[in-house]
């Protein structure tokens, strides 16, 4: 399995319990298609930098979670088609951390 990271926006006007159920599902989704959940965070509501389907802020998520290859296109799809989220990407993280530059 090979580490990602995922980061999702929901449509601001969504309730509390709804919003918690929705995340819950996605980390469902992760675990159905063979992945395991390391870290949730909730990055609260944000301002967008332009609107999507006409909203102007929405609530932040970065999950970070080890998924098989194969199993990303999946998880996109099953994010496209939840109603509530209205954007999202998912990146593979870099295995090995970079040194930084020696200073001169």
Avoid: C
């Avoid at 949730?40 to 929405?58: K, M, S, T």
């Avoid at 496209?80 to 954007?87: G, S, T």
Wanted: glycine share 4%.
């Amino acid at each position: 399995m090979l580490p990602y990271e995922m980061v999702f926006i929901v449509r601001p006007t969504i309730e509390e319990d709804a919003l918690n159920a929705l995340v819950e599902k996605v980390s469902q989704s992760v675990r159905d298609l063979g992945g395991e959940i390391q870290q949730v965070d909730a990055w609260g509501r944000r301002r967008l930098a332009y609107p999507i389907q006409r909203h102007h802020d929405g609530f932040y998520f970065l999950m970070t979670m080890s998924l098989p290859s194969t199993a990303v296109r999946s998880l996109e799809r099953g994010l496209k088609l939840m109603e509530d989220v209205i954007r999202y990407l998912v990146v593979r993280k870099d295995e090995t951390p970079k040194s930084p530059e020696p200073e001169k």
